[in-house]
């Protein structure tokens, strides 16, 4: 049985920073790509970073130059350093094991102005 969990959500202010992580049990982890994306009220969910079993990545528009995205795969985790946050970065932001159906039960992320 596949389980996703995520961790390290929040409330912040602007500019500061945080760091997911989403830890994987139940899979062969180190063979998929991972990916973390994000619902706001009112939007639709979207893709924020994704990185490959080889470590390769992409990121939202939005994101590039802020947000990290990397992988543990000795320790099955995959992490979201969030830097430079802006009020528009809040939602509740989930991790995927990517091409499974497999999701986290999300973490809420706030940034207040």
């Known amino acids: 049985q596949v389980q996703l969990v995520e961790s390290g959500g929040g409330l912040v202010q602007a500019g500061g920073s945080l760091r997911l992580s989403c830890a994987a049990s139940?899979?062969?982890?180190?063979?998929?790509?991972m990916g973390w994306y994000r619902h706001a009220p009112g939007k639709q969910r979207e893709l924020v970073a994704r990185?490959?079993?080889?470590?390769?990545?992409i990121y939202a528009d939005s994101v590039k130059g802020r947000f990290t995205i990397s992988r543990d795969n000795a320790k099955n985790t995959v992490y979201l350093q969030m830097n430079s946050l802006k009020p528009e970065d809040t939602a509740v932001y989930y991790c995927?094991?990517?091409?499974?159906?497999?999701w986290g039960q999300g973490t809420q992320v706030t940034v207040s102005s």
């Open positions: 990185i490959t079993s080889g470590g390769s990545t």
């Open positions: 139940g899979s062969p982890f180190s063979f998929y790509a």
């Open positions: 995927s094991l990517e091409g499974t159906g497999y």
